[in-house]
């Protein structure tokens, strides 16, 4: 009788960790992207973190494939967004997750022409990298009654 329970007591406590760290990554994920939007907003600087390994995005342009091996942080003559019903997919607890919402407000890329009513909907894909959540890649599209960011990407992709 003792054999049998040691395995499903196995079992429960690594569903319960599987559950917690899944939970954590929500919630964590959630905070970031609140957070980044808000240090965004004020210092007109974009503050997510990109892998190192760079990262793929189609852009609310409607454009091509864009492939940014080394992103650095955009700068805006104005930018004034918020982040809306954020939810947060756990794809390996700890290690990978997605998510999902929309973005809303006012937009202007430097050397762009500026977007006064930006409303996108946003997946982005994280993967942790030294402990820190990275983006890997994103995919915006604007809804319909809102426009898309005025960049216009290279098309550029990385050779497989």
Same mark, same amino acid.
């Given at each position: 009788?003792?054999?049998?329970?040691?395995p499903?007591?196995?079992?429960?406590?690594?569903?319960?960790?599987?559950?917690?760290?899944?939970?954590?990554?929500?919630?964590?994920?959630?905070?970031?992207?609140?957070?980044? =939007?808000?240090?965004?907003?004020?210092? =007109?600087?974009?503050?997510?973190?990109?892998?190192?390994?760079?990262?793929?995005?189609?852009?609310?342009?409607?454009?091509?494939?864009?492939?940014?091996p080394?992103?650095?942080?955009?700068?805006?003559?104005?930018?004034?967004? =918020?982040?809306?019903?954020?939810?947060?997919?756990?794809?390996?607890?700890?290690?990978?997750?997605?998510?999902?919402?929309?973005?809303?407000?006012?937009?202007?890329?430097?050397?762009?022409?500026?977007?006064?009513?930006?409303?996108?909907?946003?997946?982005?894909?994280?993967?942790?990298?030294?402990?820190?959540?990275?983006?890997?890649?994103?995919?915006?599209?604007?809804?319909?009654?809102?426009n898309?960011?005025? =960049?216009?990407?290279?098309?550029?992709?990385?050779?497989?």
């Amino acid at each position: 009788m003792k054999i049998r329970i040691l395995p499903l007591l196995l079992l429960m406590v690594s569903i319960n960790f599987f559950a917690q760290t899944a939970t954590e990554d929500i919630q964590e994920i959630t905070e970031m992207i609140i957070q980044q =939007q808000e240090q965004t907003n004020k210092t =007109q600087i974009d503050a997510r973190n990109f892998s190192a390994q760079g990262n793929y995005s189609f852009n609310s342009t409607g454009g091509l494939l864009n492939y940014n091996p080394n992103p650095s942080a955009q700068k805006y003559d104005g930018v004034n967004l =918020q982040a809306k019903h954020i939810r947060v997919v756990s794809l390996v607890a700890g290690k990978a997750a997605v998510a999902l919402f929309y973005n809303e407000g006012s937009i202007k890329p430097k050397g762009y022409v500026a977007v006064d009513h930006y409303l996108t909907r946003i997946s982005e894909t994280y993967v942790k990298e030294k402990g820190k959540w990275v983006l890997v890649t994103g995919h915006y599209s604007p809804i319909t009654g809102g426009n898309g960011t005025s =960049q216009i990407g290279k098309g550029v992709s990385k050779e497989e």
